[in-house]
């Protein structure tokens, strides 16, 4: 049987440039429980023979309009985790959006690739312990030794950079992978040259001489930037309660208080509140001065036993000047450090806390960031009793080679036998957040060292006047006028920016205002070359902006180094000569602060024609110390305004309940596993559907769920239509394709039609200012109440009738599978960005055009959009809902007719729509009762006012159709049936819906094939 289709009335305004009028008949058979992984595999190879990413990257190339996209450089360190699948996801989402908007774009996804995550894997990998390991790594040549390990360093970022772009292939991310930018590349490296050169020219590159943050284990100091919260771990350690004894008294003490004992060495004074008063306490004989508010507080806590107060209260400015003997004061370096300085209190208002300890705080200027500052307005002494390592320094008596931070016991055992415990009061376990190293872990300690910082609050030197012309400052405003200091110019082009969430702003602010000056070496081998030659003569130190400058300034150690990238150990070779003394200068041995590695990357990989950039992603948790600040401060540097236009954050992946993906915990999810086992186009949508602000907690329970609620049912609605319009032998080129240029769109007049061709142009205008704006999850949940709510639950839903064999009106038939037809068409082009997989799979097989990655997105004509109808739907489809309570409640099948119902509501409702109510909710008559606020239905459900006969009918026909299930006979083939009873008035309407060509009475129910 052969219908030739003839549809009229319908006008798709489709812009098709295909206008061949071959037929296309028969679309691929659907698999109802496709296998989501293989599809996309199959895909990806079918992708790579056709050369389908290429076509797309180039689709665009003559286009005018640019969206200029930058990449926040993955590391490329290890295998990617399902957390750098969100983002990933993000960046793709759009590039494909603008895409597909004819947008032109770079497509250059980047790695990082130098500093410390790198040389920590590389030293776990050979088994080194420390730095001396990776300098002796070839025994006795420090030169062979640093080659060796940053050739190694170098191999292990080509080996992941190379794992991670499979895995972002696999994610199905369109990128121009083969230009990727890798930030140990020798443009990026002299882009930061040259950055640093500006910085230094302003003024603002200086040497300094700090208390600074150091981890014992990588031998380097660790920046503020690099501190963030989760660094801090909830760690117990011994605290001291220890005695000074004062001199000039007889038998009195302070009474001082410390966490962090290793550091008992190198105390030089203690501090007092000059406001707050202080008491004597008699303890065992002592008298032991503390704060007076804090003495009740150490009694409770068992830490003053069985003594009293004496009475004897002062004002803590009284105490200020006393002087008191320390137990290390007889340790050679201690000795030499203090000469004829004598220990005592000082003041320290403003840090002396009421809340701990006891009221006097340990002043050790050596070892701590607070102390080193008191020492500097007190000018103490240093005592810097500790190497890289943290082990004792020589001159530290028994104590010299041991580490202090691991062995406190080693203090607390000495204040316990010196002058028989003189020193020693108590001690306590002490639980806090202590800082530890972001890169591995260990607890950190601090240490009084030379680094390279750049001020955040130095206006720049005057001889580089403000050259932004587009600052307005004009003539009146000349190199005079003192500029801005850093921190300044700094907030100002934060406030440039368009953040998402806005409180973005707020936080980088926050940091901008608070933050030190930017620590920027490292005394570490794999990273930038810090480009500065200092002279060891006259202290003269000087930046080179360039290989070039380099070339030129060179006096020696150039043939060693030309042919390398400039990186240890080769760039160590080079020196020049000092312009002011005419002595050698080596380069400084440090290494520079990775996130200039990040930060430079408008400038280095991205061409001036695409500067600033439109756009950037990337995980909020440290980004605004990192490299949202970095971006800032290289661009507000070397150009005064802001890299990048607007930032979209995201919060963490958490595993299902919640907590930290950690692979030692065992609960992180590797990517591989993920995408086989659920496949991306689950992930992405997951990913994008989820509220940026909120951590994701995923694992299989999500995934699945987001699966079976959101791509099963497009998939079924998919499969619907593919299976009846071959069972119909539905054929495209029946359809008069769209070439009327004012897209005026006669739609077919079943109203159910118009409805759903409205909500589908309304969700693809929503839709499209969602994305637009940066909202994914909202355009996710459009998206989802259309495919969901509308298409599946109600459209389909509603129309099982107008396609099945018992429907002869073929028009109508047709004009529904056309209907649906070119909503999917629609549909699988608005879904391409978020999950290219089986968009693509619904595109090709229902148009079969190429790719759906090669099409325009979508346009919706707000012609189509019928507000009205669009209300009235709803109105019905609460009617439904009213409808089916009822049912439910009185406990009347939904087979079983009503005969009479009746309905309240604010409007009456149209009798078309009232047409398809009545079908859903099974109805004979359904009649406007009254006005009410909300819609609602009643009708009697005694038997005279339900048609049990027919109800039967339906049930005989459910039960048939079950059977001819399991019979697998083909949608149009006639069955036989035998029947113990069925209700003759209804017999013609059961033959027809179940497709029998005759029915016999018989004690058995009974299905059989024709023969
Ligand atoms: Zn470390
Ligand atoms: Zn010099």
Not at 902 to 912: A, K
Request: with cysteine; net charge neutral; aromatic share 12%.
């Amino acid at each position: 049987m052969f219908i030739p289709l003839e549809i009229t009335g319908i006008i798709y305004f489709m812009k098709n440039t295909n206008n061949s009028k071959k037929p296309l008949t028969g679309f691929n058979f659907v698999n109802p429980n496709t296998d989501f992984p293989k599809m996309e595999r199959e895909f990806l190879g079918k992708w790579q023979k056709n050369g389908l990413v290429k076509k797309y990257l180039q689709r665009n190339n003559s286009s005018k309009e640019k969206f200029s996209f930058l990449d926040g450089p993955i590391t490329a360190n290890n295998p990617m985790g399902v957390h750098h699948a969100w983002g990933r996801t993000y960046k793709d989402f759009w590039q494909r959006f603008w895409n597909m908007r004819g947008k032109k774009q770079r497509f250059q996804n980047g790695f990082d690739e130098q500093g410390l995550w790198v040389e920590v894997e590389v030293e776990k990998e050979l088994g080194l312990k420390n730095k001396k390991d990776i300098e002796n790594l070839v025994t006795g040549d420090k030169f062979k030794s640093l080659e060796m390990f940053i050739n190694l360093c170098k191999d292990r970022v080509k080996k992941f950079s190379a794992v991670q772009t499979e895995q972002s292939k696999r994610l199905g991310y369109f990128m121009d992978w083969d230009n990727s930018y890798h930030t140990s590349s020798d443009e990026n490296n002299y882009s930061i040259w040259n950055f640093l050169k500006v910085v230094n020219e302003k003024g603002w590159l200086y040497k300094g001489h700090d208390s600074v943050p150091w981890c014992p284990r990588c031998g380097t100091a660790i920046s503020q930037h690099e501190i963030l919260t989760e660094e801090y771990k909830e760690l117990e350690h011994e605290s001291v309660f220890f005695k000074l004894p004062i001199i000039g008294k007889n038998n009195e003490y302070l009474l001082v208080w410390t966490t962090t004992p290793w550091t008992i060495p190198s105390n030089v004074a203690v501090a007092v509140n000059k406001k707050e008063k202080y008491s004597s306490y008699v303890l065992n004989g002592e008298n032991l001065w503390l704060m007076d508010k804090r003495i009740k507080e150490l009694e409770n806590q068992k830490i003053l036993i069985g003594g009293k107060s004496n009475n004897e209260k002062k004002l803590g400015k009284l105490l200020i000047g006393w002087e008191y003997n320390g137990p290390f004061d007889d340790v050679s370096l201690v000795k030499k450090t203090l000469g004829n300085y004598i220990h005592n209190v000082i003041d320290g208002e403003g840090v002396v806390t009421e809340e701990e300890g006891t009221g006097l705080l340990h002043v050790a200027p050596g070892a701590g960031e607070e102390d080193f500052k008191l020492g500097k307005e007190n000018k103490l002494p240093v005592i810097s009793s500790i190497e890289e390592d943290a082990s004792y320094v020589q001159g530290m008596g028994k104590f010299s080679g041991q580490n202090a931070k691991w062995h406190p016991e080693l203090i607390i055992d000495y204040l316990e036998q010196k002058n028989r415990g003189q020193f020693l009061l108590n001690t306590q376990l002490y639980k806090h957040r202590y800082p530890t190293c972001w890169r591995c872990k260990t607890e950190l300690v601090w240490r009084v060292v030379d680094e390279w910082y750049i001020a955040m609050d130095k206006s720049s030197n005057s001889k580089f006047p403000n050259l932004d012309k587009r600052s307005g400052a004009g003539k009146t405003q000349n190199s005079k006028v003192q500029e801005k200091t850093f921190r300044e110019q700094m907030a100002e082009v934060a406030k440039k920016i368009n953040w998402l969430p806005d409180w973005g702003l707020e936080r980088e602010l926050d940091w901008l205002k608070n933050m030190h000056d930017w620590l920027i070496s490292k005394k570490r081998y794999w990273g930038l070359a810090l480009p500065i030659w200092e002279c060891k003569k006259c202290k003269n130190f000087e930046v080179i902006g360039s290989k070039a400058e380099l070339k030129e300034r060179a006096v020696s150690g150039w043939n060693k180094f030309e042919g390398n990238s400039p990186h240890r150990p080769w760039i160590d070779e080079v020196k020049i000569k000092c312009s002011k003394c005419g002595n050698m200068v080596n380069r400084i041995p440090d290494v520079g602060n990775p996130w200039l590695d990040a930060g430079i990357v408008p400038f280095s990989t991205m061409p001036e024609e695409w500067f600033p950039a439109e756009f950037i992603t990337e995980s909020f948790p440290g980004q605004f110390k990192n490299w949202f600040y970095s971006l800032i401060a290289m661009s507000t540097a070397l150009k005064k305004t802001n890299s990048f236009k607007t930032v979209l954050g995201f919060a963490s992946v958490r595993d299902e309940q919640g907590e930290e993906m950690h692979k030692s915990k065992g609960n992180a999810i590797e990517f591989n596993e993920a995408a086989d086992k659920i496949g991306v186009d689950v992930m992405r949508w997951l990913y994008l559907k989820q509220d940026p602000e909120q951590n994701l907690n995923l694992g299989y329970h999500v995934t699945d769920d987001v699966r079976r609620y959101f791509h099963l049912r497009l998939w079924n609605v998919y499969s619907f239509f593919v299976t009846y319009a071959n069972i119909n032998k539905f054929q495209i080129s029946s359809i008069r394709q769209a070439q009327d240029k004012n897209f005026k769109f006669q739609i077919s007049d079943n109203v159910l039609d118009k409805w759903i061709i409205s909500r589908l142009n309304k969700t693809i205008k929503v839709s499209t200012e969602l994305i637009e704006e940066y909202s994914a999850d909202k355009a996710v949940g459009e998206i989802e109440n259309f495919v969901i709510n509308d298409l599946s639950n109600w459209f389909v839903r509603r129309s099982r009738d107008r396609v099945s064999f018992s429907n002869e009106n073929i028009k109508d038939k047709d004009t529904c599978l056309s209907i649906l037809y070119f909503v999917l068409m629609e549909l699988s082009k608005l879904l391409a960005p978020f999950i290219p997989f089986i968009s693509e799979e619904i595109y090709t097989n229902v148009s079969k055009k190429d790719s759906v990655h090669l099409e325009n997105w979508p346009e919706f004509n707000d012609k189509l959009i019928d507000k009205k109808l669009e209300e009235e739907m709803q109105s019905a489809r609460q009617i439904v809902e009213s409808a089916h309570a009822l049912r439910k409640s009185s406990e009347v099948k939904v087979r079983i007719p009503i005969k009479e119902m009746f309905y309240n509501g604010p409007f009456e409702i149209s009798e078309e729509i009232l047409n398809i109510v009545k079908d859903e909710i099974n109805a004979y008559s359904l009649t406007f009762d009254k006005k009410s606020d909300v819609y609602g239905v009643f009708a009697k459900t005694s038997d005279d006012n339900l048609d049990l006969q027919f109800g039967l009918a339906r049930d005989i026909v459910r039960k048939i159709q079950q059977e001819r299930k399991k019979l697998e006979t083909k949608a149009n083939e006639k069955v036989m049936v035998y029947l113990p009873y069925w209700p003759k008035e209804h017999e013609e309407y059961i033959k027809k819906k179940a497709m029998i060509n005759k029915i016999i009475e018989d004690n058995d129910f009974k299905v059989v094939k024709n023969a």
